[in-house]
T-cell receptor, first 112, second 115 residues
Framework: GENVEQHPSTLSVQEGDSAVIKCTYSDSASNYFPWYKQELGKGPQLIIDIRSNVGEKKDQRIAVTLNKTAKHFSLHITETQPEDSAVYFCAAPDISGYALNFGKGTSLLVTP | SAVISQKPSRDICQRGTSLTIQCQVDSQVTMMFWYRQQPGQSLTLIATANQGSEATYESGFVIDKFPISRPNLTFSTLTVSNMSPEDSSIYLC????????????FGPGTRLTVT
């Protein structure tokens, strides 16, 4: 099945700096890659996703890039704010093509 | 996006008992999923629940321990049976917005503590 590796496990940045989280996947047939933000005590929230027919997608301060050849995708958060502090998960479809396999998560801390 | 609610939001249960978690969606969806998130860990798929068919369980999860119902296109239940402290986790339901590779949305989770 799909194996998703995520790095780093923790990331601390100062407010206003950029944050980058990277994931790799193993199944070259995978073609959908979502990112989730999970705040303490809440369920994961879909914040951005990318499909394999594009290399980059942006939504205000967040962007995701995809390199299908290298089988990795990254989340970029610019001009970070304290409210960006949360755990971020990348994911890719499992062997069924419907459910998701998740990375281990990155705990992002944005300090004022 | 779909709006998903779960009941209960949290519970503390004694070992050997069972708890049924409900998941309600504000629109009809084909695919529903149940995940487990152990403390400080990532999400692990328990099973896929489609209306009108038996749930499909992932390796390491069995129907006797985690029976699932899916009576209609907006509702599902997950029961955690004969609980032990190792079952202490967050249980999350999710739905897919369309048939295959659609956006997947999660409920708020049920925080279960087994003593």
């Amino acid at each position: 099945g799909e194996n998703v590796e995520q790095h780093p496990s923790t990331l601390s940045v100062q407010e206003g700096d950029s944050a980058v989280i990277k994931c790799t996947y193993s199944d070259s047939a995978s073609n959908y890659f979502p990112w989730y933000k999970q705040e303490l005590g809440k369920g994961p929230q879909l914040i951005i996703d990318i499909r394999s027919n594009v290399g980059e997608k942006k939504d205000q301060r967040i962007a995701v890039t995809l390199n299908k050849t290298a089988k990795h995708f990254s989340l970029h958060i610019t001009e970070t704010q304290p409210e960006d502090s949360a755990v971020y998960f990348c994911a890719a479809p499992d062997i069924s093509g419907y459910a998701l396999n998740f990375g281990k998560g990155t705990s992002l801390l944005v300090t004022p | 996006s779909a709006v998903i609610s779960q009941k209960p939001s949290r519970d503390i249960c004694q070992r050997g008992t069972s708890l049924t978690i409900q998941c309600q969606v504000d629109s009809q969806v084909t695919m529903m999923f149940w995940y487990r998130q152990q403390p400080g860990q990532s999400l692990t798929l328990i099973a896929t629940a489609n209306q009108g068919s038996e749930a499909t369980y992932e390796s390491g999860f069995v129907i006797d321990k985690f029976p699932i119902s899916r009576p209609n296109l907006t509702f599902s239940t997950l029961t955690v049976s004969n609980m032990s402290p190792e079952d202490s986790s967050i249980y999350l339901c999710s739905v897919e917005s369309s048939g295959g590779l659609g956006e997947q949305y999660f409920g708020p989770g049920t925080r279960l503590t087994v003593t």
